[in-house]
């Protein structure tokens, strides 16, 4: 039986989501993660910063960061649409940081400056922060609902929310671990229970919040009380059986009060 679900799991294949958000119920979502994000429902695009988290700098939507190498992807997919643009010297040491998953910031000087500038400048830049977002966090994470059996707009924003904060990645604390983890307790994905199998992963995410497998959020993990505010935001989206994510939603929490329209 484990081993059935683990290789579903484990099939996904390169196909995109038969059934995503609908446009506006996307849009609601990604303002519900921005007040997490950047304290506002407005997505930054333009905002680059070491937040301190051991991994280097975060930029634009949704913190792309320079030692996990999605800055990276960023910055060289604008590069092959605009050769000629700011953050086109930094892809040499971008690269090395990736690499070798370095929050090192000492080789980009003046990086912050060129991520704001071109974020300003060019509607392409935000453009191709979009589409790696999309291919990085939104899509992967509408096949996961699809692998769930989602129906629900608010589960699918849940998955799209945990992928867009720990990561894709086949590391303990990942959204892959935690959907694992919900699967082997709830014996399987959803049957008839949707809400019930959504607040099973909810409450796995918070316990992984109080328990990190992997040393760097063990390292930093006076932080994740903060952060695990994001998850009680989804959960009172669930407690009002808001399923279809339905508009305007009052995100409270101890660090953030905001109405996303
Ligand atoms: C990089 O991360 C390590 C370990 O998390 C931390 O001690 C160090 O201060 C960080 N360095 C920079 C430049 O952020
Ligand atoms: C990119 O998005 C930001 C919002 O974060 C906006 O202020 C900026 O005007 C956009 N850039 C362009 C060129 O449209
Ligand atoms: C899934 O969870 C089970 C039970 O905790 C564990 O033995 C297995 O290694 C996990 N698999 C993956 C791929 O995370």
């Not at 629900?152 to 935690?178: E, F, R, T, V």
Request: charged share 25%; hydrophobic share 35%; aromatic share 10%.
């Amino acid at each position: 039986m484990l081993f059935l679900i683990i290789t579903i799991i484990y099939c996904i294949c390169g196909q995109l989501s038969a059934n995503g958000l609908s446009p506006e119920q996307k849009l609601r979502c990604e303002r519900i993660i921005s007040v997490f994000e950047s304290d506002t429902i407005q997505i930054k695009y333009t905002e680059c910063e070491d937040i301190v988290d051991g991994r280097g700098y975060t930029c634009g939507k949704f913190g792309f960061t320079t030692a996990t190498g999605d800055a990276y992807e960023v910055v060289k997919q604008y590069t092959g649409k605009k050769p000629v643009n700011s953050l086109a010297e930094y892809l040499p040491e971008l690269k090395r940081l990736a690499e070798e998953f370095s929050n090192d910031t000492t080789g980009l000087v003046g990086f912050p400056d060129a991520w704001h500038l071109s974020a300003t400048s060019d509607r392409v830049f935000n453009e191709t922060q979009d589409e790696v977002s999309a291919s990085m966090s939104y899509n992967p994470a509408m096949k996961w609902a699809d692998v769930a059996h989602f129906k629900s707009a608010m589960g699918k924003c849940a998955l799209y929310d945990c992928i867009i904060q720990h990561g894709n990645g086949n590391d303990g604390d990942g959204l892959p671990a935690i959907f694992n983890r919900t699967v082997v307790k709830e014996g399987g994905v959803v049957t008839d229970n949707e809400g019930k199998w959504i607040r099973a992963f909810l409450d796995m995410r918070q316990d992984d919040f109080k328990h990190p497998h992997d040393q760097i959020n063990i390292d930093h993990r006076d932080k994740w009380p903060e952060h695990s505010e994001r998850v009680d935001a989804f959960i009172d989206i669930l407690n009002a059986a808001n399923m279809d994510l339905n508009g305007p939603i009052h995100v409270k929490t101890g660090h953030h009060d905001m109405i996303v329209p």
